[in-house]
Structure formats: C-alpha cells, structure tokens
C-alpha cells in the first residue's frame, strides 16, 4: 500500500478530524508511519482514550477491502497533497485531508473549471420568487463560465444544480453523507443527472456514511471553501445557508445576497448578510464586477441571451400588460392585476431583476425602455 491508501483509511476513522491527523502527521512524519505507530507513540498526542479507540478500529479495519468497495460503488478519491484536490479548498482552516467523489474526478477538470466556482445556496422550502431568482442567477453565472457549488438540499441548491445543467455548465454537489448516498432522496434524479452529466458529486465522509445533526454544518464549510465567493438567494434570518456565508466570510471570500421582496420572511436571511457586509447584486453581472473577472471562455450574456432569460411567464405578462400604456402605483398594480399584495410584490422584485419593469420611485412601476 502506498502513503495515500494510508491518509484513505484515517478518513474512515471519525475520531480523526483534519487538525488532528495534521498533528499526527507532524509528529510521525507520514500517514504510514502513524498508522503503524505504538499505542504509547499514538496516546502522547491524541490521549489514552482515543488511542484505544483507533487501535481497536485499526484491528477490525482493512485499507484493501474498503479500496476494494470503493472501487466496487464507482468511488473516487484525492487527498490534500495531491494535484487534483481544489485549490481554494486547501487555503481553508482545516481543509478535509480526504475528499471522496462520484462522477468527474477533479484532475478531469479544466482548471478553469474547478477554480472559477460560486457557491449558491438558500431556503430549502422555497418562494416561487426564490426559485426564479435562483434558477436567474445560476444560469447567467453558467453562461459567464463559472461552476456551481451547492449542497443537493432541496429548494435553492436543486434549482441551482438543475440549472447549471440545463445551461449546459457544470455543477459540484457536496453532501453531509458518503457519496454513495443521495439525500434528501427525494433528489436521487438530480443526484444521477449531476454523475452523468460530468459533474461531481463530493464528500469528506467515508461511504455509507449517514448524515447527521452535525455533518451539515462541515458540509457547508467545504461549499464556501470551494468557493470564490458565495450567493445566498433566499432564506429565513435563522437559514442552513447564513452557515454557508459565514464560513464565506471567515475565509475572506466575497458573499453576495438578492434582495426580495420585505414582506416576505425569506428575505430576512439575505438583508441579514447585507447589513453584515455582503454585496447586495441583482445582476451576474454584479459579481463579476465584484470579483474583478472580465475574461473567460464564455462571457457574460450579450444581447441575444438576455432576451433569453427575458421569457416572461403567464403572471409577469399580466403585469406587462396593465403596464403597458403608464406608470403605475403598487396598489394599483395590486387592484388591476387581481392578485393578492405578497405575490405582486414578488413579481415585480423578480421582474425587475430580470430587466423587463423598473422602479421609478415613489412606489410606481413602468416597463423598461
């Protein structure tokens, strides 16, 4: 066995986190050494207690055998030393010294493609505005070149895997569960279409690992550790994803949050980061220009492609049309249209985004030039 199939099977051993196995690491020279190491050489830096525990997991435990089912479940890995794990990943506190992935092994990747990501997460119960926003931004993002970083939840981070997809982009989907896992399984169609679709889906957790209370919040520590920066679309001011940006901000990586409508309780999580510093966009083009990126294989959208995103829906059309001849008030928008002020207000906010109204103050709203 080689020194990685060593730093392989300290991974499968949870008493081991990364800053320990550094120090192991440190104190033995390699991975190899450590794991054959005394139980007295072992105690003197992780204390009698765990050193029993590893011993009698290393006694039970076969490196060769959960290579074997490794290989067996299509499952891939790469530890910190080697070429292929992500670079930004490694400049994190403690950065996984094991990642395991399905589907595109990352020195597959262009390294244009593995570097210039963004991380997109949010609300997992979702407004129709948090979806259209959502879907918005990943696919712009996608055509500017960027992968899509999420965590396979439902809500924000499916709209924003599904959408890099169908843009034609590539999307990596980390789980707080061995990859040979899909959760929620409600999302095992996405999880396929991400494997099959030369995307990649990773974890720092062994295979077979179930997700747990704590393994999300690691989880999102690795999705703004991948990430040049991280956009939260929608979320409640106590959302999963405010972890997500946290760890963003600790890493001095950009976050950047979407306005939404203030009646709504899901716009609490993004003004929430906006007052803490995040970057307040309503474009792709925002981010670019906050993350001073003006080249890339395929550039932000021109013209043409606007239009595309530009496709109104039955509702946005209906606003278009009382719009059609004057500026008009909020209420009165409200009163012609029919529809109740929370769903008004969120059609006019993604409208908006999207070019096709603007606010001229005041409460009015015309379409725009």
Known sequence: MNERDYWLGFSVFSGIGPHKFSKLLKTFGSAKKTWHSSEKELASVLGKKLSDQFFGFRIKFSIENYSKKLEKENVWFTTLKENGYPHYLSKINNPPFVLYGKGLKFNKWDKEEIEKTIGIVGARRTTQYGRDVT????????????????????????????????????????????VDCCNPRENFSLYKKIIEGESTIISELPVSHPPNRG???????????????????????????????????????????????????????????????????TSAEDILNELKITNSKSQAPNKSQNAKFKTETKEEE?????????????????????????????????????????????????IAS
Not at 144 to 166: K, N, P, Q, R, Y
Not at 320 to 346: P, Q, T
């Open 318 to 366: 209906e606003i278009l049309k009382i719009l059609e001849n004057e500026s008009l008030h909020f209420d009165e928008i409200v009163r012609r249209s029919n529809f109740d002020s929370s769903k008004v207000g969120s059609l006019l906010s993604i409208m908006e985004i999207k070019g096709l109204i603007k606010n001229t103050d005041g409460g009015f709203y015309s």
């Open 135 to 178: 879907k918005f931004f990943s696919s712009r993002l996608t055509a500017s070149g960027f992968t899509i970083v999420s965590g396979l939840a439902m809500g924000v981070d499916a709209v924003s895997h599904m959408s890099a997809l169908e843009s034609g982009g590539k999307t990596i989907a980390v789980l707080g569960c061995g």
């Open 215 to 281: 393994s999300f919040p690691q989880r999102n520590r690795i999705i703004a550790g991948l990430s040049l920066g991280v956009l939260v679309t929608e979320g409640g001011e106590d959302s999963g994803s405010l972890i997500t940006a946290d760890y963003a901000f600790k890493n001095n990586r950009k976050v950047f949050a979407v306005p939404g409508p203030i009646t709504s309780s899901l716009s609490k999580g993004p003004y929430k980061l906006i007052q803490k510093g995040a970057k307040l966009v």
